[in-house]
């Protein structure tokens, strides 16, 4: 059984950074597909970023060039940096893993995945 353990979240200002952790158990970062995904009120949930065990990754255009993901196989730890931050980041985020590779073009659907973990929230204000 996997389990995810998200932390890092916190309340910063418009443009600060934050970094994410996702703690792995059960299995191992590098042979997961793994996501992270958000969700803010009365919003659906939507993904951020899919990495595979390959170390492929696909961002959302609404972070390119702002946030980060990278495995930590030491730790077993997903990462996600978040830089030049906006109050439309903020949400829930939470880390999710899967162990088949999702369908071509799902990386990014919450379907895809059938590990959760319980979410960290990020608030930034302008």
């Known amino acids: 059984q996997v389990r995810l353990v998200e932390s890092g979240g916190g309340s910063v200002q418009s443009g600060g950074s934050l970094r994410l952790a996702c703690a792995v158990s059960?299995?191992?970062?590098?042979?997961?597909?793994m996501g992270w995904f958000r969700q803010a009120p009365g919003k659906e949930r939507e993904g951020v970023v899919s990495?595979?065990?390959?170390?492929?990754?696909n961002y959302a255009d609404s972070v390119k060039g702002r946030f980060a993901t990278s495995q930590d196989n030491v730790s077993n730890t997903l990462h996600l940096q978040m830089n030049s931050l906006k109050p439309e980041d903020t949400a829930m985020y939470y880390c999710?893993?899967?162990?088949?590779?999702?369908?071509?073009?799902?990386?990014?659907?919450?379907?895809?995945?059938?590990?959760w973990g319980q979410g960290t929230q990020v608030t930034v204000s302008s």
């Open positions: 999710a893993a899967a162990v088949w590779r999702p369908a071509t073009g799902w990386g990014l659907h919450r379907y895809a995945y059938n590990y």
């Open positions: 059960g299995d191992t970062v590098s042979s997961l597909y």
């Open positions: 990495i595979y065990s390959d170390g492929s990754t």
